[in-house]
């Protein structure tokens, strides 16, 4: 059978969250794969291994009282960045938007890099300059 295509395996990796279906991720993680989340700052935590990327992955997906959204998928050859929406609450502050940049070989998610838009204090350029 031939490996599943990167926009497959991204589409089946969102389903994961969107249905809260943590079971679905089970074959879509390499062996070799690299996470880094979105916190805590500057870096994020990262995971190697399938073991521990699956770990913090189920976690997510199992969260019902959490929603992810994704806004936008690109797919470039094995790369794909994925705008996303993730929802922690029914305000309409409860959220935070961001991407992860992913990476897909031989049909698996083997780098998931995730980055996202901060509510805390960050000094903007401007700011700094007296703009």
């Known amino acids: 059978m031939a490996p599943r295509?990167?926009?497959d395996v991204?589409?089946?990796?969102?389903h994961?969250?969107?249905?809260?279906?943590?079971d679905a991720l089970l074959d879509l993680v390499g062996a070799d794969c690299v996470m880094e989340a979105v916190?805590?700052?500057p870096?994020?935590?990262?995971y190697v291994g399938?073991?521990?990327c699956l770990a913090f992955w189920r976690a997510l997906a199992e969260d019902r009282t959490t929603r992810f959204e994704p806004e936008e998928v690109v797919v470039a050859g094995d790369r794909?960045?994925?705008r996303w929406r993730y929802h922690f609450g029914d305000g309409p502050t409860d959220?935070?938007?961001?991407v992860n940049l992913m990476q897909v070989r031989d049909g698996l998610v083997v780098e998931a890099l995730g980055y996202s838009k901060t509510a805390g204090e960050v000094p903007l350029a401007a700011e700094r300059v007296g703009g």
């Open 95 to 98: 959220s935070v938007r961001g």
């Open 80 to 82: 794909a960045t994925i």
């Open 39 to 41: 916190q805590p700052a």
């Open 5 to 7: 295509s990167t926009a």
């Open 16 to 22: 994961a969250f969107t249905g809260h279906d943590a």
């Open 10 to 14: 991204i589409a089946r990796f969102n």
């Open 43 to 46: 870096d994020g935590a990262r």
């Open 50 to 52: 399938r073991e521990a």
